[in-house]
């Protein structure tokens, strides 16, 4: 998210008053989301048992090519996928492991699309035969069926309800479990064009705690204790629809906060999915055109200051690193920004790096890892045209991080204390 020293955010009261509205009329404004490739390099390629896929969009996965050895504890999984514009992504390797041990284990695995009213499809992988080879044989046909199964699935009717889905894979987790750990992995952007959270101005100005505590009063969550949400993709545009950063940032925020809400355990996964530039058969889904984000600061003033804020939807960084997760897409996000500092002559420029809070890591590396990406900002800003004479990179570590207040780390929280602040003071 893009901050500067104004808000425009409407009121919790508002937003309660128009969920009822949005549960009575399909709403066609804005959608968008992604749906499952493969390990193969194009589309309409053979499936894993050889044949020739007629379903547009399916691919072929390799079970073999998929590690679930990480995987120790017993699993139970759901995978929800949706469409996407014209596009289809590679579905992260992380993602796809969880199903292929529920398999292995003689668990539950399902799957289902984001489309309005979608039916769970799934179930417990137990083998028959007493031999070792035998069993094997069954579990590698097993995942053969689901993986081609699952590539198979894509929403056919541009419609998309990912708060439903979500709902609807807890339940049937819950239905299903052996007393197994429940996983549910998402591959979506995150946006909907019907249900209770299309896509609208409200809802991306309204406090993510205040749509899930107005969700949970209404009944429209569901129980999710005892079962942890991987998001793939969530904010990530595809094809035509340009998703800003701002409304990326609420998408991250927002459904990790009602999984949370719902007793559950969030994680908003760090994959960036890559496109396979094919699937021109998909579905043609509405696009909404957004008023995009300006990284600029304005003209200032003497004794005037003004501030970016660089979170993660904007500039990500590699995990527990200070290098870029897309350096070309940083470059060109800080040369935007350092054109603007260099039209303030004379200003001072503070690059602040900050993280999450981590029990995982000391406060002494977390200062230095916020310093770290603090330099990278600036030394990108430098090759830029700023002038390095006015530029100090300080590192914060988790200096006012929220995502631990709880004693529990939360996902969702940790999106926001992820980020870099440059502040510009003219003197």
């Known amino acids: 998210m893009i901050t500067t020293n104004s808000t425009n955010a409407k009121s919790a009261t508002n937003i309660a008053s128009t969920f009822p509205a949005r549960a009575a009329v399909i709403a066609a404004s804005l959608l ?18 050889g044949a020739q896929s007629s379903v547009p969009g399916s691919y072929a996965i390799d079970p073999a090519g998929v590690d679930a050895s990480a995987i120790a504890e017993p699993v139970s999984c759901m995978v929800v996928t949706s469409a996407s514009q014209n596009s289809a992504f590679r579905i992260p390797a992380t993602c796809l492991a969880y199903p292929k041990a529920a398999i292995e284990q003689g668990n539950y695995a399902g799957y289902l699309t984001c489309d309005a009213g979608s039916t769970p499809r799934g179930k417990t992988f137990a083998t028959t035969k007493n031999s070792q080879a035998g069993q094997e044989k069954e579990i590698d046909s097993f995942l053969a069926d689901y993986f081609t199964s699952v590539c198979a699935s894509r929403a056919q009717t541009g419609e998309v309800d990912l708060l439903s889905a979500l709902n609807n894979a807890a339940n049937e987790l819950r239905a299903h479990n052996n007393g197994s750990k429940m996983v549910i992995n998402v591959v979506s952007s995150g946006l909907n064009s019907t249900g209770l959270l299309v896509g609208s101005s409200d809802l991306v100005n309204a406090d993510a705690n205040d749509i899930a505590s107005q969700l949970a009063n209404m009944g429209a969550l569901a129980n999710f204790a005892d079962i942890t949400v991987h998001f793939y993709g969530l904010g990530q545009s595809s094809g035509e629809q340009v998703i800003p950063n701002s409304v990326a ?36 889904v509405l696009t909404v055109d957004f008023a995009q984000d300006s990284l600029t600061f304005p003209h200032l003033e003497h004794n005037q200051s003004a501030q970016v804020v660089l979170n993660e939807t904007v500039l990500a960084f590699v995990g527990d690193s200070a290098e870029f997760i897309d350096p070309d897409k940083a470059t060109a996000t800080l040369a935007e920004l350092a054109s603007t500092i260099m039209d303030n002559h004379g200003a001072t420029v503070l690059v602040e790096g900050y993280t999450a809070a981590s029990p995982a890591f000391s406060s002494d590396e977390l200062v230095d890892l916020s310093q770290r990406r603090a330099e990278a900002v600036r030394e990108a800003l430098v090759a830029a045209g700023v002038s390095p004479s006015f530029i100090e990179a300080i590192g914060h570590g988790d200096e006012g991080a929220t995502s631990m207040d709880t004693g529990v780390f939360s996902e969702s929280a940790a999106k926001n204390d992820r980020r870099v602040v440059v502040t510009l003071s003219l003197a």
């Open 249 to 284: 940032a609420k998408l991250q925020s927002l459904y990790p906060t009602l999984v949370e809400a719902g007793g559950g355990v969030a994680i908003v996964e760090p994959d960036v999915l890559t496109r396979l530039n094919c699937d021109s058969e998909l579905p043609n």
């Open 32 to 49: 968008l989301a992604f749906l499952i490739a493969t390990f193969a390099t194009g589309c309409a390629s053979e499936s894993s048992t």
